[in-house]
């Protein structure tokens, strides 16, 4: 059983009434509820932003930022732009990051956009000029190919570091395509997958060890825990990752070194150091 320090990477602590994405009301306190007394000590508070929205965008990132602030670094933030806000968007990552914002949020089917779309490249390159992790929502019903977009944006701004949330769902045997890429030299090896959801969900059922042994082919090093907080349950996010039959070696980057990495301000490995990383 790993014992140490664990690191949510995926919360979305409602800051206002609009926030709110389930049926009860779910602020930073009740998180903070929950995970008392366990072995959490730090969670992303995430925010999403509407398109063409910019007085909202700022406001809802400002408060992310607070928040961070107020919990004494507890939450660290995780702020949004909306890729078609353009200029207005590339502004407000910089303003973000100036202002102490840890990652980016970037949620194709909330916010209604192609991966491929040629607005993302320039949000992408903005993000990591100014060494911030883009966290995506990577798990579309309706975009089959989706999986391969994210892997042609990593490669192409390969100063880039991307966190692909809940690890393409169902399709998560995709990831194997992570394998393949990390055998040339030129490859960055910048994707790192978040297993919310998708973790407890396959935790304890027949697609649990073909997860497993996919994530340890993608590296156990770019792993990355989060709950979805309140989509699902913190703790018992927590116990899935022990049941998917990591050890307590595995845990302890999935839970917390992996994400501690991803917030140190700086870029990815370049390429060549791949194979000494793995
Ligand atoms: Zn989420």
Known sequence: MYEGPIIDGHTHPMLDPAGQI?????????????????????AAAITIAHQDDLARTRARNSAV?????????????????????????LREIDRVAAAGAAWLK????????DVAGPEVLPVVR??????????????????ANQPGKFA??????????????????PGFPQLLVYDVLAR???????????????GPMLAGGPFAEQFAWVLRKVGIDRVV?????????????????AELGFTDAEQAAILHDNAAA?????????????????
């Open 184 to 198: 040339y030299p030129g490859w960055a090896r910048n994707v790192w997958i978040d297993i919310s959801v998708t």
């Open 152 to 169: 042609d944006l990593a490669a192409a701004v390969p100063e880039a570091r991307l966190i692909l949330a809940h690890a393409h769902g």
């Open 106 to 113: 970037l949620h194709p089917n909330t916010q209604h956009f």
């Open 225 to 241: 825990f989060g709950s979805d907080y309140p989509v699902d349950d913190p703790l018992a996010a927590i116990r899935g990752v």
């Open 65 to 89: 930022l607070r928040l961070a602030e107020d919990s004494g670094g507890f939450f660290f933030p995780v702020c949004s732009v909306h890729p078609a806000d353009g200029l207005s968007a």
């Open 262 to 278: 991803l917030l140190v301000k700086e870029g990815p490995p370049r390429p060549g150091q791949a194979e000494q990383a793995r």
């Open 22 to 42: 389930v049926a009860v009301p779910h602020p930073p306190q009740a998180y903070r509820a929950i995970v008392s007394g366990s072995q959490v000590r730090r």
């Open 126 to 143: 903005a993000a990591a000029a100014r060494g911030l992790p883009l966290l995506f929502d990577a798990y579309s019903p309706w975009d």
